[in-house]
């Protein structure tokens, strides 16, 4: 399957888009270090059906920031989803799929530009201030904060994944090559310079997306109220860990109840065939 590579400027970045397939649109929005290269391999099972758009967030991989790092808004984010839907799909709404800091902004994206939005499925967002102590979780973002600002990415990426007690934190997804639709065995080259990328892009996400992005509230009655269709969704095998917990706690806030899909917070990866069967099937519902 042919992929076309694009940049699109936005305020303050240029953003690195791939494409893939024919059909109605879906756009895929990854979350933490990853970038387009993420989404290979469920990008590949779904552009028979659909025009697949992946794409690097801005700061991260290949989408440069004019200027120097700065702390990352989930408003932002979900502007910039909204003029890549602009330009990818022009006056028809798209379908939207994201896991964890993804799924945050496909939220913020439907509060803010509902209208380009058919449906979305947000897996697992890492919505730690509607868990029911979000005074703890106050605190450990303010640690990860300290811990960046003392002694830089390691200490902070170390005090981010004790915080959240997952064996590291929801967005590293520093699992096998399956994780990244990649199939096992050695490492060709092109997956060496994507997991060179995933590293250098965990410096900016513990040290400016996390503060932002981990106190991120979205707004739940304007979400309510919107007539775009919001699937929550949870990993079957990540239950009570903070983002499936957040995932049951918005759908419960929406009068909803969150579906179960296969695998963990990386299951997009490491179950790309059951979760492009499921999304096709959540998309093609009337």
């Keep these: 399957m042919e992929t076309t590579v694009r940049t699109l400027a936005v305020p303050g970045a240029t953003l690195h888009y791939e494409v893939r397939g024919s059909g109605p649109v879906l756009l895929l929005i990854c979350g933490g270090i990853y970038d387009a290269a993420g989404y290979a391999g469920l990008a590949g099972l779904l552009a028979d059906r659909y ?14 920031l004019d200027g120097p790092p700065e702390p990352q808004r989930v408003d932002v984010h979900a502007d910039d989803a909204s003029r890549l839907l602009a330009e990818v799909s022009p006056g028809e709404p798209a379908f939207v799929f994201g896991n964890s800091s993804g799924a945050q902004i496909g939220l913020a994206l439907v509060e803010r530009h509902p209208e380009q939005v058919r449906t979305l499925v947000a897996h697992e967002p890492s919505l730690l201030m509607l868990l029911p102590d979000p005074d703890h979780w ?7 904060e300290r811990a ?8 902070a990426m170390e005090t981010f994944g004790a915080g959240l007690g997952m064996g590291g934190d929801p967005d590293d997804h520093d699992q096998d090559h399956d994780s990244a639709g990649h199939g096992a065995g050695a490492p060709d080259p092109e997956m060496l310079e994507m997991f060179a990328r995933f590293e250098k892009n965990t410096d900016f996400f513990v040290g400016y997306e996390v503060p932002g992005f981990g106190r991120w509230v979205p707004d ?14 949870a990993g079957e095998k990540s239950a009570g860990e903070p983002p499936h917990r957040a995932a049951h706690a918005l759908a419960e806030r929406l009068g909803t109840t969150a579906e179960t899909y296969p695998g963990d917070h990386g299951g997009f990866g490491e179950e790309a065939e059951a979760f492009a069967s499921r999304l096709h099937a959540v998309f093609s519902a009337p």
């Design 51 to 64: 025009t697949v758009v992946t794409y690097d967030r801005r700061g991260n991989s290949r989408s440069a």
């Design 148 to 155: 960046y600002r003392d002694g830089g990415v390691g200490p």
């Design 138 to 144: 106050e605190s450990v973002i303010a640690d990860v």
């Design 220 to 233: 739940v009655d304007t979400l309510r109220r919107s007539q775009t269709r919001i699937v929550l969704v």
